[in-house]
C-alpha cells in the first residue's frame, strides 16, 4: 500500500489550497482516511478523520469550518481543501490509512502513511 500527497506549496494567508493522497496497493472504501499535519518540535497533529461508511468526521478545533476532507473514490484519492488559510497552518501534512476499524484523530491507529507534503502560508 503507497500513499502519496500532493498539492502544498506557498500561499498566503486568507488564501486555499487542495492537497491530494493518492492511495494505491488498497481500495479504501471502507477504510478510515486522516491527515495529520505536524512542524518541528511539535507533536503530530490530526486536522481531519473520517471514515467512509457513514461515520462521523472529526476536525480538528483549530482547522473546522475552514477545512473539508472528501474523496474521490474512482481515483482512491482522498483530498483535504483547506480555506482561510492562516500562518499557523504551515506545517508538513500527511495522509494516513487505517486498515479497518473506525476514524480516530490518534494517529496510532493508523497503518499506512504517506510521505508528507509541505504548506506555508506567509502573512
Known amino acids: 500500500v503507497q500513499l502519496v500527497e500532493s498539492g502544498g506549496g506557498l500561499v498566503q494567508a486568507g488564501g486555499f489550497l487542495r492537497l491530494s493522497c493518492a492511495v494505491s496497493?488498497?481500495?479504501?472504501?471502507?477504510?478510515?482516511m486522516a491527515w495529520f499535519r505536524q512542524t518541528p518540535g511539535k507533536e503530530r497533529e490530526c486536522v481531519a478523520a473520517?471514515?467512509?461508511?457513514?461515520?462521523?468526521?472529526y476536525y480538528a478545533d483549530s482547522v473546522k469550518g475552514r477545512f473539508t476532507i472528501s474523496r474521490d473514490g474512482a481515483k482512491n484519492t482522498v483530498y483535504l481543501q483547506m480555506n482561510s488559510l492562516k500562518p499557523e497552518d504551515t506545517a508538513v501534512y500527511y495522509c494516513?490509512?487505517?486498515?479497518?476499524?473506525?476514524?480516530?484523530?490518534?494517529?496510532?491507529?493508523?497503518?499506512?502513511w504517506g510521505q508528507g507534503t509541505e504548506l506555508t502560508v506567509s502573512s
Open positions: 473520517k471514515t467512509w461508511t457513514g461515520a462521523p468526521t
Open positions: 496497493g488498497r481500495t479504501f472504501s471502507s477504510d478510515a
Open positions: 494516513a490509512a487505517r486498515r479497518g476499524g473506525t476514524a480516530t484523530m490518534r494517529d496510532y491507529n493508523y497503518d499506512y
